[in-house]
Every structure is written in structure tokens, then in C-alpha cells.
Antibody, heavy 119, light 106 residues
Framework: EVQLVESGGGLVQPGGSLRLSCAAS????????MRWVRQAPGKGLEWVSV???????YYADSVRGRFTISRDNSKNTVNLEMNSLRGDDTAVYYC?????????????WGQGTMVTVSS | AIQLTQSPSSLSASIGDRVTITCRAS??????LAWYQQKPGKAPKLLIY???SLESGVPSRFSGSGSGTDFTLTISSLQPEDFATYYC????????FGGGTKVEMK
């Protein structure tokens, strides 16, 4: 069974840092396009970042310069390093497989991990 | 950037009803649209991709159509498990989602 499992969420103070991980089973992270999508409480979905099969990375304007996406092929995980966190970063963070890499088909999702930025 | 506006933002319907949700783009879309279903506390689930292709395992009562700026998701006969929030999604320079449509029980 193909599965994505996020971890690393929690409560962090404004200006702090947090590292999220997404562990994959049943699929190879390095052979896929992997994205992070977040959802603020009671709000809609917002794309955050992507790492392509060739390792290229892209970010939403709202997180560029503060967040870094990476992957660990040996552990089959994709990570999201979040720095300079702000209140509006509070959200459930999902990792998702982008089937085909076109940014149009997110067919496998993790269960999400909650990040709360508050003093 | 293209904005996706869903209407209505919420609707009330009964079991067996035909439900139509609209997603309007701020400018013409040349690439395809996807639709997702999300239940409370759960991750989104892909229903439709490439505007009208049904994802494997998704019941055939779900269908998608549209072109240009106007797209629709139709549930032909609403079932109890269909009460959820639905999002459209499109990619231009980056993936963008509509604001969601919550389908509630009448």
C-alpha cells in the first residue's frame, strides 16, 4: 500500500524553527514530484513547496526565503525546514505526490501534521 | 496569477439530489482542472483530474466538465458519504486552489 506519513509538527514561538518530515512507503520519493500543501484552521488549501525528481525546488511567495524543502533518498523522506515562523504559518501541513509533475494531479496525500505558531 | 472562485461557498442538499459546484477562473485556463473532496480532519482526496477524468476508485456519480473559465463538478445522486468540502485546483505558474464548497445535509 502506498502511504505518506508526516511528522514533526508542534507548537513553536514566532521567529522559531521547525522541521517537518514526510516518510513514504510503497513509492520512491526520488522518482516522484513531491509537494507540501498547507491548510490554516478553517481555511482552504495553499501550495507551499515542491521538489522535482531532478532535485529542483520551488516555493510559494509566502514562504520563499524562510522554508527549505529537501529529501533524503536513503530514508525515502521529504523534509520541510521552516524558519522565521510567523502566526500565519499556523496550519496543517500535508505532503502529497504530484503525479506526472505537472502540478495538476495530487493523487496521494499524507494525513497531515499540525504546526502552531504562537507565544 | 489566476484566481479560482468556487460557487456556491456552501449548499444544503438531500440524499439523492443532483449537486453542481462551479469553479470560475479569473482568466482562461489552458491546462486542466482537478477536483478534491475533503472531510473534516482528513486529507483531501483526488476525485477528478484533467477536467473530466475520474480517478481510479472514485464512484461514477462524480463527473467533471468545462473549459475556458468555467468548470463544474457534478454529483449525480448525492450519497451520505458525499457530505464534505470540495476544492477545485489548477496549475499555471504554481498550483492554486479554489476557496472550497461545503456540501451539507438539508
Amino acid at each position: 500500500e502506498v502511504q505518506l506519513v508526516e511528522s514533526g509538527g508542534g507548537l513553536v514561538q514566532p521567529g522559531g524553527s521547525l522541521r517537518l518530515s514526510c516518510a513514504a512507503s510503497g513509492l520512491s520519493i526520488s522518482s516522484n514530484y513531491m509537494r507540501w500543501v498547507r491548510q490554516a484552521p478553517g481555511k482552504g488549501l495553499e501550495w507551499v513547496s515542491v521538489i522535482y525528481r531532478d532535485g529542483a525546488t520551488y516555493y510559494a511567495d509566502s514562504v520563499r526565503g524562510r522554508f527549505t524543502i529537501s529529501r533524503d533518498n536513503s530514508k525515502n523522506t521529504v523534509n520541510l525546514e521552516m524558519n522565521s515562523l510567523r502566526g500565519d504559518d499556523t496550519a496543517v501541513y500535508y505532503c502529497a505526490r504530484d503525479r506526472g509533475g505537472g502540478g495538476k494531479i495530487f493523487d496521494i496525500w499524507g494525513q497531515g501534521t499540525m504546526v502552531t505558531v504562537s507565544s | 496569477a489566476i484566481q479560482l472562485t468556487q460557487s456556491p461557498s456552501s449548499l444544503s442538499a438531500s440524499i439523492g439530489d443532483r449537486v453542481t459546484i462551479t469553479c470560475r477562473a479569473s482568466q482562461g485556463i489552458t491546462s486542466a482542472l482537478a477536483w478534491y473532496q475533503q472531510k473534516p480532519g482528513k486529507a483531501p482526496k483526488l476525485l477528478i483530474y484533467d477536467t473530466s477524468s475520474l480517478e481510479s476508485g472514485v464512484p461514477s456519480r462524480f463527473s467533471g466538465s468545462g473549459s475556458g473559465t468555467d468548470f463544474t463538478l457534478t454529483i449525480s445522486s448525492l450519497q451520505p458519504e458525499d457530505f464534505a468540502t470540495y476544492y477545485c485546483q489548477q496549475f499555471t505558474t504554481y498550483p492554486a486552489f479554489g476557496g472550497g464548497t461545503k456540501v451539507e445535509m438539508k
